[in-house]
């Protein structure tokens, strides 16, 4: 009887060990999924600061080039004030063909930038994604592990075992 109640004792043993084991596993990832978690937003918040300093840039730049060509404008006008008709015309006509240049410019600009940042924030989430399953399937691996051990095979063989005896 002595034997048995020492195998039963190593068996609570065990147990009792893959209990803590599996805890201590499972806390540290869930404090893994927190941590990814508050870098996600963290990294979020830095690229909506990034975004808009890129944007307010952006404005500062177009609104110095507006206000440049309002100046230009201006004197440009002072000037043609004093020319005849067909020279207006001339002036115009070359006035409308640098303001659509310098829109399709800001368009393309913009365009562009706007690629770049929803590409980076894309890469970024992906990234995030396959972190967040790669979690996920470890955890449900362990658990799938966990229940082989309480209440696989050796259920069967601790009943056979315990009517031998």
Partial sequence: MGRLTDDMLQLWQHI???????????????????????DFAAARTLDGIKNANT?????????TKVNRL???CRRSRQVMAQQGRETRATFVS????????????F?????????????RRADFIAHLSNEVVSS????????????????????????LTLQAV
């Fill in 16 to 38: 009792d060990r893959s209990r803590e084991s599996r805890l201590a596993q499972q806390n540290t990832r869930m404090s893994e999924v927190r941590q990814q978690i508050a």
């Fill in 55 to 63: 944007r307010a840039a952006f404005v500062n730049h177009n609104t």
């Fill in 70 to 72: 309002l100046n230009d």
């Fill in 94 to 105: 070359e006035l409308s063909k640098q303001t659509s240049a310098l829109l399709a410019g």
């Fill in 107 to 119: 368009n393309a600009e913009r365009e562009n930038m706007a690629k770049r940042e929803a590409q």
């Fill in 136 to 159: 996920a399937q470890d955890t449900k691996q362990n658990r799938s592990a966990a229940k082989t051990v309480f209440s696989g095979t050796s259920t069967s063989k601790k009943k």
